[in-house]
């Protein structure tokens, strides 16, 4: 299947600052990119949904002013948690579809922790 | 968007077949019924996708009946590391924006 890569795995910063997380389709064009949340032992919250070139479209209780999402090339979104907070903490996760990708589907990236301290 | 219902949680053995069901009774015609698992601290992983009758790969194998409104996923002889999430997606290929239910949480035992 296709491949989806998410960087940082794993990042922590301090309350106030802020954060960006990449999300990159390695093998084929990212024409739509999704971001999720998701909490523990809980299921994936679909955050936004970002198309390449134009603004991204928030999921209602989404602070887009928050959360900045970028898509600026077919392989290439970036989300950024902008004066973090502690209740920002959670693992954060990429999907992606678009053209070359074998099959009618989305396919994931590996995920990032976030923690704010 | 098309909404699914899946068992909350099930138990198996190891060497047993599992069979997941899936309830989607308002599925449109250009979605597609697709399959992930789900590891602790992972991304879900692409498992299986259908349209319709019967789809098999090298780890699973995906039943749809002829309305659409559920599917079941078999996966066959479970092992210890099948432990996971699994989530029954409705993929509509209109815009692939899709949410996500509740998953079953498959638990193998030795």
């Known amino acids: 299947g296709a491949v989806v890569s998410q960087h940082p795995s794993r990042v922590i910063c301090k309350s106030g600052t802020s954060v960006k997380i990449e999300c990159r389709s390695l093998?084929?064009?990212?024409?739509?990119m999704f971001w999720y949340r998701q909490f523990p032992k809980q299921s994936l919250m679909l955050m936004a949904t970002?198309?390449?070139?134009?603004?991204?479209?928030?999921e209602q209780g989404v602070e887009k002013d928050k959360f900045l999402i970028n898509h600026a090339s077919l392989t290439l979104s970036t989300l950024t948690v902008t004066s973090a907070h502690p209740e920002d903490s959670s693992f954060y996760i990429c999907s992606a579809s678009g053209t070359g990708v074998s099959g009618n589907t989305i396919y994931f990236g590996e995920g990032s922790w976030l923690t704010v301290v | 968007l098309a909404k699914t219902t899946q068992p909350i949680s099930m138990d198996s053995y190891e060497g047993q077949e599992v069979n997941i069901t899936c309830s989607h009774n308002?599925?449109?015609?250009?979605?597609?019924i697709t399959w992930y698992q789900q590891f602790p601290s992972q991304g879900p992983r692409f498992i299986i996708q259908g349209y319709k009758t019967k789809v098999t790969n090298e780890v699973a194998s995906l039943f749809i009946p002829a309305d659409r409104k559920s599917s079941t996923l078999s996966l066959p002889r479970v092992s210890l590391s099948d432990t996971a999430v699994y989530y029954c997606l409705v993929i509509n290929t209109g815009g692939f924006k899709t949410i996500f239910g509740a998953g079953t949480r498959l638990f193998v035992k030795a």
């Open positions: 970002s198309n390449e070139g134009s603004k991204a479209t928030y």
């Open positions: 093998d084929f064009q990212a024409t739509t």
């Open positions: 308002n599925i449109a015609t250009n979605d597609y």
